[in-house]
Every structure is written in structure tokens, then in C-alpha cells.
């Protein structure tokens, strides 16, 4: 292990400043999915770290809520800074505790960086209103506050940026904040705090609180002194902290899950559909809620397409994430493979033929082929539920209505792709799928300059662009009277 990357692995809480364990001195087990291996531990904690978290959170907000948003702004350009000295070292413990290649979490670690960057300007134009007033001796303003203490909660998959789009705004808005990362992947978290520690940020504005994500999660989502709660994950737990954060009527950002539909109509640009294919499926080993769940695949090139799309994921580089070249990492976990085999088997009962992959690799482990599945039917498991795996299933269709019908059935609405060489099918097509986000002729499409979020049950809210802010931000109407003018 790198020296560098040793000083990211912290093995405990940050709360108010300092590093502290468990109250029960209990920990979890951090392992390395490549290999099996333990890195380390973390703290397990439940309720009451946590609502000491808050406490500090609340306590740092105090002060916190009076910096200037140009000193806000500074502060997050030394946290850019800081993450780009470390790219490598950052990398490296994310592939350790993650999986993913190494040019993937340097790719992620980049993106880490310039969210905050963009959050740094963005903490510079929150403005207000000054509103024509209808009453001559009064004066009506609309100004920005923060609105406290934010709770942000968040996956696997991504365990550095998911937490940039969220830390990013909460500090440009100038709000303070608890986090609990995934406990597969909580070193990536825990960096946060090391980072922000080590760029001057106030103690207590940023506290990481790992271990029992239930219990943690319903402190976080009942406590009072919480103001808003954002959310990376499953659309079962996002729905449980909207619930639970009812009782107390938090703001709520949730991205939830996707089950992104990739359309391929004839007058595409076939090789140039492959290449999105392949970064739209298999980026993380398929493990991201923006990667390919369906492919529809017009009549006439259906057959070019299936041919393509299996030699290229056939020349997919499998292996240790840590190891030069390689392209698809492992899945997080055994049960991750357990319900990609589920898939495979339940489409080939269905009909499905397998033209590339379809088994465990035989790296062993948590190590699966790349996939690819054709003569996929809407009968099929992976039509209605997210796959989080390297399986590309391809289903045939022969009108552009007929796609976009099938694209739009399900209840989820986060991402989706589609290729095309024409222009009014691609307005039409474009204004038809019900998403938050559509790539056009694009199979990786995420910016920080951009808004990433679902509509349906994929989520509320938006990270990044001008909007990823306005979650962190109260409106105030303040109306001025009395002016004898
Ligand atoms: P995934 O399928 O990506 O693991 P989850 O929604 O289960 O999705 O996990 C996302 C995050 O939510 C993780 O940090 C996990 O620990 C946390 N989590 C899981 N269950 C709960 C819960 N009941 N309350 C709050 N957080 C939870």
C-alpha cells in the first residue's frame, strides 16, 4: 500500500473535529472485493454518535452560516486543490475498497474535483430578488439562506463523487453537514474528512459518521435539528427516509434507481452506437444507476448491432482493479453475482440467447463476464429491475413508437440513451422518453455543469448545475414597509 494512501485510510468518526470510535469500541470489516482481503476497519456506530454528529453539525452552523460566500468559494477551491494533489493516493484506496480499475477511480476521483470546483463558483450566484413592489412605501426582497444542517447519505458505486455533489453545494450555501457512507466502501467517505481537515475547513462543518445504516439512517432522517436529508441508493431506502423524514418535514434530494433503456434506431451510426454501448454498460462493471439496463434494437441493423456489441464486450479486460489495463473490476460482493447469474438464467428459460460471456469468470471470486443477451422479451427480469451488472440484454423492435412505449415501461425514469441519424426523430424520440436526463448519440453524459436526476420513482432533485444548490437553499421573502416615500 502506498504510504499516501495509508493517510486516507482513517479508521474512525469525525465528529466536531476530531476522530473518535464507536461508544461500544465495535467495528466492521472492510474488505477488498478483488481479492477478499481485509483493508481495515470502521467504527460501528448507531444512534447516539450520530446525533452527537448533528449536534456538532448544529453547533459549527452557528458560525459557519456568518462566512462570506467568497470565503466559502476559497475554501472549496483549496478542497479541489487538495483532492487533485492526491488524485493517485485518493484512486488507489477507492479501486482498494471498491473494486473498479484504476483509471476508472482516477476518472472518478477527477470528477470528485471538479464538482467542487463548480461549487465554488456556484457558491458565488446565489442571488435573491429585489421584486417591483405594488405598495409605494414598501420594498419587497427575496433573498437565499441556508437552510442548517444537511444529512447525506450514500452508495457504493460511486463512494467520492456521489458525496462531491452534495458536500459541494452544502458547503457553497454554507451549510454543515453529516455524512454516512456506504459501510462497503466508507474510507472513500472518511477521505472528506481528512481532506476538508486538511484545507481548513471549520471543525465541525463536515462530520462522517459510519456503521448500522438503518439506525444511523433514522437519526438522520427523524432528528429535528436536520434540515434536509440527500440521498444516493436503492428506491426502497430512499422511500424509507422519505417517510421517515415526513415526521419532521425535511427538504428531501433523492436519486434513486434507474433502469435506463439504450435505443438504436436503423439510421444510427452503428459503430458509434457500440462505443456508447460499451461505456454505457459496462462503466463499473455495470454497477452505476445510469448504466444500460435495456438495449432496443431496430429490425434492420439488429443483427450488425448484437455481432458488434458482443465481439467488443468480448475484448473487455477483466481482472484486479489495481492492475494495469484492466477495464471491469469485480462486483461488489458474491451476492452482487448471485443475482446477475438469477438474470442470465432466468432469461435463457425465456428464450434469451447468450452471445457473449453469460458465467462467472474464471478469475473466481466476484469476477463476472462481460454479457451480452440477445433476443431479450419484455417476459424477461431485467425489462422491470436493475441488473447492477456487466449483462447487456438486446430486445428487437421494428416502429420508433413501439420503442419509446417500451422504454417508458417501467416505473423508473433516471437515464437513457439513443442513437439516430435523424434529426426530427431525434426531437420526437428525445421529447417522448419520460427521463431526467436523455443522451442523444452520448452513452456517458454526467458533468458537473449539467443537472443529474431522475423524474417517477427514480428520485427528486438535482445535483449539479445551476440547480444542485437550490436544495441547500432557503427562500426568504422579506418585505420592507413603512418607507414614507
Ligand atoms: P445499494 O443497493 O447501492 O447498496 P442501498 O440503498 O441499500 O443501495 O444503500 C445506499 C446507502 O444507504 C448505503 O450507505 C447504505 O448503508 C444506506 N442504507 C441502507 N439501508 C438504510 C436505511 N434503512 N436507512 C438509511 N440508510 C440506509
Known sequence: MLKKTSHFLREANLIGGEWVQADSGQTIDVTNPANGQKIGVVPKSGAAETRRAIEAAHE?????????????????????????????ALAELLTMEQGKSLTESKGEIGASAAYILWFAEEARRTYGDVVPSPWADRRILVTKEPVGVIAAITPWNFPSSMLSRKIGPAIAAGCTSVIKPASQTPYSGLAWGALCEEVGIPKGVVNVVT??????GKELSTNPLVKKITFTGSTEVGKIL???SALTVKKVSMELGGNAPFLVFDDADIDRAVEGAIAAKYRNSGQTCVCTNRF????GIYDAFVDKLAKASNKLKVGPGLEVGVQQGPLIDEKAVEKV???VADAKSKGGKVVAGGN????????????????????????????FGPVAPVFRFEKEEEAVEMAN???????????????????????????????VNEGIITTPEAPFGGVKESGLGREGGRQGIEDYLDTKYVCIGGLGL
Open 60 to 88: 459549527a452552523f452557528k458560525t459557519f452560516r456568518k462566512t462570506t460566500a467568497l470565503e466559502r468559494s476559497k475554501m472549496l477551491r483549496k478542497l479541489h486543490d487538495a483532492i487533485m494533489d492526491n488524485q493517485d
Open 211 to 216: 456503521g448500522a445504516a438503518s439506525e444511523i
Open 242 to 244: 422519505i417517510q421517515q
Open 296 to 299: 432496443f434494437v431496430q429490425s
Open 341 to 343: 447469474e438469477e438474470f
Open 360 to 387: 462467472r469468470h474464471q478469475l473466481g471470486g466476484s469476477f463476472f463476464e462481460p454479457t451480452v443477451i440477445a433476443d431479450a422479451t419484455p417476459e424477461m427480469k431485467f425489462m422491470k429491475e436493475e441488473i
Open 409 to 439: 415501461d417501467t416505473e423508473f425514469g433516471l437515464a437513457c440513451y439513443f442513437y439516430t441519424g435523424d434529426l426530427g426523430r431525434a426531437f420526437r424520440v428525445m421529447e417522448g422518453l419520460k427521463y431526467g436526463m436523455v443522451g
